[in-house]
């Protein structure tokens, strides 16, 4: 089984913007991204995230792709015959 993580790291969180500073929300952004990632490594599968831009993350196979994210899922999802589950 395939697991697919969208993450955009650009403008993350934004409705939290009131609140949270820029780089408040992104190091809570990427804080979430790593608890995904390890409770998705516990199961034994390493997931993959899938990013409009290059980012550096241990724990999983980065997947590039530019469009917005919605677009770049269903492409994914489209063009894989394996079961895949897309996790937020």
Same mark, same amino acid.
Request: hydrophobic content about 45%.
């Given at each position: *089984?395939?697991? #697919?993580?969208?993450? /955009?790291?650009? /403008?993350? $969180?934004?409705? !939290?913007?009131?609140? !949270?500073?820029?780089?408040?929300?992104?190091?809570? &952004?990427?804080? *979430? !991204? $790593?608890? +995904?990632?390890? &409770?998705?490594?516990?199961? @034994?599968?390493?997931?993959?995230?899938?990013?409009?831009?290059?980012?550096?993350?241990? @724990?999983?196979?980065? !997947?590039?792709?530019?469009?917005?994210?919605? &677009?770049? +899922?269903?492409?994914? #999802? /489209?063009?894989? &015959?394996?079961?895949?589950?897309?996790? *937020?």
């Amino acid at each position: *089984m395939r697991v #697919l993580v969208p993450f /955009d790291p650009r /403008d993350p $969180k934004s409705r !939290l913007a009131p609140i !949270l500073s820029e780089n408040e929300r992104q190091e809570f &952004a990427r804080t *979430m !991204l $790593k608890d +995904v990632i390890e &409770a998705i490594r516990e199961t @034994g599968i390493t997931p993959e995230v899938l990013t409009p831009t290059r980012i550096e993350v241990r @724990g999983a196979s980065i !997947l590039v792709d530019d469009r917005p994210l919605s &677009a770049a +899922v269903n492409a994914t #999802l /489209d063009a894989t &015959a394996d079961p895949t589950a897309v996790v *937020m």
